[in-house]
């Protein structure tokens, strides 16, 4: 495919560099706007300025610049269409081959605490609707929508084939993944706390199987950001939730323990004045069910509690930090998946599959305490066991 013509206009240039000098290379004309073009410029390379084909300026703040039949009309053209091609040379409009469009960073707004006008004001509108039509048009266009895809693109443009079909084709479906995670994510800061299913995972983490090994499976979200893997096996589906449950049930804890689950079952449970005193009454709560089991501890793992749980056989074990020594014990069993436990954001709800549906619910984020509990019983219990229960 050659690239006669192309229309650029980025948020994010790092790494567009490389990019633009091999498109100049190869004789491509390029369209461009605003501070794209002033960076395309700034290397010593000609721009044709959008402005001047539509014979319109950015208006309302830069609100309105690419919203114009012949910035459009040059992306959607169908290059085998009779009518379209008389369109094209009435209206005197140049045909796109290639659009490297990126979005405002709209989630990262959001996340920086910036007050709502500004955040407004990063919802995209010419950007995503450029995406869409170039990634619509795949057949004749190529859409480049994530500096992510500079690399790869790169690579395209100075191979020997170039953008084939099936390579626009794939381009275009990440770049409607890109559009629908954004208004995906615009959905959700309008919605705020509002029970609704609205769901895009743009992270996904593929696992080696899911219950059982026929299944295939992925997990989507950064995992990245709730644990850190520094001894193991790669996770399976079965140790993540086992590893949801236990991380559910230690977080409820303040003081020292630890909290042992299998099959998303508790094992055991104990709070205790030490870690190791911890283990050994979590343990005692049913060591049979115990093996095999996930465990996680709410403080640094040491050598006194590692030698202790090192006599059971464990898939996983996870901590806010391990002692140096503690982890020269642990790390004995090549398979068994040591994890640092963060401080990560919980999902404010719960979601699973139901029937034909999908069933979703506040997640439960009360803890039960003493004066919570009502005696029913004529015996009153203890305020030690109160206390433990």
């Not at 369109?87 to 709502?116: C, K, R, W």
């Not at 793992?301 to 020269?328: Q, R, S």
Request: aromatic fraction near 8%; proline fraction near 3%.
């Amino acid at each position: 495919m050659r690239i006669k013509n192309a229309l650029i206009s980025v948020f994010h240039k790092d790494g567009l560099g490389p990019i633009v000098d091999a498109l100049n290379a190869g004789g491509t004309t390029i369209y461009s706007t605003g501070g794209t073009q002033a960076f395309i410029e700034g290397r010593g390379i000609p721009v044709e300025r959008v402005e001047d084909l539509t014979s319109y300026p950015s208006i309302l703040g830069g609100r309105v610049k690419t919203l114009h039949p012949k910035v459009f009309g040059g992306i959607l053209a169908r290059r085998d269409n009779e009518s379209d091609q008389g369109q094209m040379n009435e209206f005197e409009i140049p045909y796109f081959d290639l659009v490297i469009v990126d979005l405002y960073p709209f989630e990262a707004t959001v996340a920086s605490g910036a007050p709502e006008q500004d955040i407004i004001e990063k919802i995209d509108i010419g950007g995503i609707s450029l995406i869409r039509a170039a990634a619509k048009n795949f057949k004749d266009c190529w859409i480049i929508s994530n500096m992510e895809q500079y690399k790869d693109a790169l690579a395209v443009l100075n191979s020997e084939e170039g953008a084939t079909l099936e390579i626009r084709r794939r381009y275009a479906l990440e770049a409607f993944d890109e559009s629908s995670n954004y208004d995906t994510a615009i959905y959700h800061y309008f919605a705020g706390d509002r029970l609704d299913l609205k769901m895009s995972g743009r992270q996904k983490q593929g696992l080696r199987y899911g219950e059982n090994p026929h299944q295939e499976a992925a997990y989507f979200g950064n995992l990245d950001d709730a644990l850190e893997q520094i001894h193991g096996k790669a996770l399976s589906y079965n140790n993540l939730l086992d590893i949801d449950a236990t991380v559910n049930l230690i977080r409820e804890f303040e003081e020292t323990t630890i909290a042992i689950i299998k099959h998303n079952n508790a094992c055991g449970l104990a709070t205790r004045p030490s870690l190791a005193e911890a283990w050994d009454d979590a343990l005692a709560g049913d060591p049979v069910s115990a093996f095999g089991g996930v465990i996680a501890a709410n403080r640094v793992v040491d050598k006194a509690t590692a030698e202790k749980m090192n006599t059971l056989f464990f898939e996983v074990l996870m901590a806010p930090g391990y002692d140096e020594d503690a982890l020269e014990v642990l790390k004995s069993k090549k398979n068994r998946v040591l994890l640092i436990l963060k401080d990560y954001e919980v999902p404010a709800y719960n979601v699973r599959t139901v029937l034909n549906g999908t069933l979703v619910q506040a997640r439960d984020a009360k803890s039960e305490r003493a004066a919570d509990m009502e005696t029913v019983t004529k015996v009153a219990p203890s305020d030690q066991q109160l206390e433990d229960l």
